[in-house]
């Protein structure tokens, strides 16, 4: 047999076309799906505490005026309307049944029960006696601050 004979019946080899990105393999969906999901619940999480947070940035935002209210005024008696703000907060916070009837010692042993920070003994007359008093200088109050 004649060489140059057999080589040209061969046929040239053709080749396949590349494969793309897609479709991918239910692998890929799969991860796709995962990393959308993710995302989603991400931006939902997020989402959610902040809004949780708003209360507290508007608490501490109220009691930030409060600070520059007494410093400009240190006749002003704030003192009432911080323990109120504190008694607001805590109804955010803890059930209502529970904080609603605290009053008086009660309510200073709740608040240092609970803060982390601050112990509210120091300021029990800051807040329980002080806002019924004509003369509020008293340095008890630079605490609550």
């Known amino acids: 047999m004649d060489k140059t004979a057999s080589i ?3 046929r040239d080899i053709h080749l396949s076309k590349a494969f793309g990105p897609w479709p991918a393999a239910w692998g890929g969906y799969v991860i796709v799906a995962t990393i959308c999901l993710g995302v989603i619940w991400g931006g939902y999480y997020i989402h959610k505490r902040y809004r949780e947070a708003r209360y ?9 005026r409060y600070r520059q209210q007494h410093r400009q005024c240190p006749d002003i008696n704030v003192s009432g309307d911080i323990n109120a703000l504190l008694k607001q907060v805590a109804l955010l916070y803890f059930p209502r049944h529970e904080i609603a009837r605290l009053q008086g ?11 982390v920070k ?24 630079e605490l609550l601050f």
């Open 8 to 10: 040209d019946q061969l």
């Open 56 to 64: 507290k940035r508007c608490a501490l935002k109220t009691l930030a």
């Open 105 to 115: 010692p009660q309510w200073i042993a709740f608040l240092t029960k609970t803060s």
């Open 118 to 141: 601050m112990d509210f003994d120091k300021v029990k007359y800051a807040l329980l006696d002080m806002p019924y008093q004509k003369n509020t200088h008293h340095t008890d109050l």
